[in-house]
């Protein structure tokens, strides 16, 4: 696994009369958990679209390990991101979704069988998508972000439908990919479940960056419910 850190500076994106996202600013460095937490409409999903080219932005920059998302020369080895889950089609098995999506991006057909097995979804493989649960669609999205055996995962709201289990097995598995040396940008609103596994925060609140810091300077701040509640209510001030 390759150190990328992901670098974002200044962006932002305005849809008609809403300014998604302002001015954002921040570092999720390689071999680290980043939370990037925000209250519903704060600009998180729209930052993360902007991060891979999904959505343009106005002004600013992201890059990974210093190059654009648009101009990485291996773009799925680089970054997985699990950002939208609907993707699938119905009428697909899981085994099947991801042998086009690994035709696709030139990855071995081997690799399927190994993203299976990393996230669990033996169980589904050679089920339809059509009756999968939201967790099992969450697994197979992150499966299909690992196909090119990336170094770096964005991951908007992922636990999103996961039962307890896979919420435990989804941040043993962030976890274990950050010690490994990978990069891991993961937003939620679930803010005990996303303390237990992050190295640093980013808070933003109306497209704004509130605080961002490391888990030792969000122990100092009493945590990250104490923190955000302290200063997410500023915000709203403010
Ligand atoms: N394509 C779009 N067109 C118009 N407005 C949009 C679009 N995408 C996002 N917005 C608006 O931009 C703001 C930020 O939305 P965004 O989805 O980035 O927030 P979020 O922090 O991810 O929220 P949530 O936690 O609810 O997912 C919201 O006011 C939203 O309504």
Same mark, same amino acid.
């Not at 050679?126 to 999968?132: K, N, S």
């Given at each position: 696994m390759s150190a990328v850190d992901i670098e974002v500076a200044g962006l932002a994106k305005r849809f008609g009369q809403v300014e998604a996202v302002h001015d954002v600013t921040f570092t999720a460095k390689a071999g680290q958990v980043t939370g990037f937490i925000g209250a519903n409409g704060a600009g998180k999903s729209t930052t993360l679209r902007m991060l891979v080219g999904l959505t343009a932005p106005d002004r600013g920059s992201a890059e990974f390990g210093g190059t654009p998302y648009r101009d990485l020369v291996d773009p799925s080895g680089t970054v997985g991101a699990? !950002? %939208? &889950?609907? #993707?699938?089609? $119905?009428?697909?098995t899981a085994v099947g979704h991801l042998r086009t999506y690994a035709a696709l991006g030139g990855h071995a057909p081997a690799r399927v069988d190994e993203v299976i097995t990393l996230t669990g979804l033996e169980p589904y493989a050679?089920?339809? &998508?059509? #009756?999968?649960s939201t967790g099992m669609r969450q697994r197979l999205a992150l499966a299909t972000a690992l196909l090119g055996d990336p170094d770096v995962l964005v991951l908007d709201e $992922?636990?999103?439908? !996961? %039962?307890p289990a896979g919420i435990m097995w989804l941040r043993l598995f962030i976890r274990r990919f950050a010690d490994a040396g990978g990069t891991v940008l993961i937003s939620s609103h679930v803010l005990a479940e996303l303390e237990q596994v992050v190295d640093g925060v980013v808070l933003i609140e109306r497209g704004r960056v509130l605080w961002s810091g490391s888990r030792a300077q969000l122990a100092e701040q009493g945590g990250l419910e104490a923190m955000y509640f302290q200063l997410a209510t500023i915000g709203e001030l403010a």
């Open positions: 699990v !950002l %939208d &889950i609907a #993707g699938a089609h $119905p009428s697909m050679h089920r339809r &998508i059509r #009756g999968f $992922p636990s999103n439908g !996961l %039962d």
